[in-house]
Structure formats: structure tokens, C-alpha cells
């Protein structure tokens, strides 16, 4: 089995299309990703194989594979980036949420 690495030409595409985006997972495309319906994301960045980093504002972030057919970017009055709470990050120099 021979695995597909992206052109770094092609990644570094996408993350100037992808990166600091909002997002939402489209419903009923994959069932892994039901429990982030109706949320709104941020990419992180595209990795080198391929997969879109999402962080939803749960503390952890999510590697997405075949993203572009599984994502899309919200409209401005559908899902403003208020539904979006980036202190809910784990990934901080001084999270709140910790003890």
C-alpha cells in the first residue's frame, strides 16, 4: 500500500485558502463527525499529508482527512465568529480553564 503525500507546492495552497478560517462540518457527510454539527471551527493550518487542523473550541484539536469535501465556510449572518470561543483553546500560553 503506497500512501499519498500532497506537493508541498499544493499544501502550502491550501493553507493560504484554509488557514484562520471559520468552518463547519456539512450534514450528514461523514458520521465520525455528527458530534460537530451545528459547531463553528477554526483551521489551525494543513498539515503535510494532507489533513486540515480544526480546532472547535473544546480543548483539543481534530486532524480532518478529505476536508475539502467535508467542510465549508460559513456565511456572515448564518454562523458569526461569536458561535466561536477561542478561549476555550487548550493550546494557550495561560489557558483559563486549567487549575
Not at 485558502?17 to 458530534?35: A, C, E, F, S
Not at 483539543?60 to 458569526?80: C, H, K, M, Q, R
Amino acid at each position: 500500500m503506497r500512501l499519498y503525500f500532497p506537493d508541498p507546492s499544493t499544501i502550502d495552497a491550501l493553507r493560504r485558502i484554509w488557514t484562520d478560517r471559520y468552518v463547519r462540518v456539512k450534514p450528514g457527510v461523514r458520521t465520525d463527525l455528527l458530534r460537530f454539527e451545528g459547531k463553528v471551527g477554526r483551521v489551525i493550518t494543513i498539515n503535510y499529508n494532507g489533513k486540515a487542523v480544526v480546532d472547535f473550541a473544546d480543548g483539543a484539536w481534530y486532524d480532518i482527512g478529505n476536508f475539502e469535501t467535508v467542510l465549508e465556510f460559513p456565511s456572515e449572518d448564518d454562523a458569526p465568529p461569536t458561535n466561536y470561543d477561542a478561549t476555550a483553546n487548550s493550546a494557550q500560553a495561560h489557558p483559563t480553564r486549567q487549575s
